[in-house]
């Protein structure tokens, strides 16, 4: 049974850092593209970093790049996200998500999701 579980969400003014992290069970990790997608009241959800299986690529979408770092490490089965300068506009649920040899944007590609994480940002 695949399980994803992440934390680190909460509150924070804006301007400040969270780091959110994903642990991942029930799967061969290192075969896994891992992202963080994020979904905001009456928004669409979307990703906004995503890592390869082995961590040399990433992407980031536009508005967090410069912020925002993905990170993994294969040997924990876990994934990061460090976010600094965070805006009112980053407050989401953030969910992260596998998908098997892939780690592009489409979410049909992911197989498994966490069940997220609330980041709530104050100005």
């Known amino acids: 049974q695949v399980q994803l579980v992440e934390s680190g969400g909460g509150l924070v003014q804006a301007g400040g850092s969270l780091r959110l992290s994903c642990a991942a069970s029930?799967?061969?990790?290192?075969?896994?593209?891992m992202g963080w997608s994020r979904q905001a009241p009456g928004k669409e959800r979307e990703f906004v970093a995503t890592i390869s299986w082995s961590g040399e690529r990433t992407y980031y979408a536009d508005s967090v790049k410069g912020r925002f770092t993905i990170s993994r490490d294969n040997a924990k089965n876990t994934v990061s996200l460090q976010m600094n300068s965070l805006q009112p506009e980053d407050t989401a649920v953030y969910y992260c998500?596998?998908?098997?040899?892939?780690?592009?944007?489409?979410?049909?590609?992911?197989?498994?999701w966490g069940q997220g994480t609330q980041v709530t940002v104050s100005v």
């Open positions: 998500a596998a998908a098997l040899g892939y780690y592009g944007e489409s979410r049909a590609k992911y197989s498994y």
């Open positions: 029930g799967l061969t990790f290192s075969r896994y593209g």
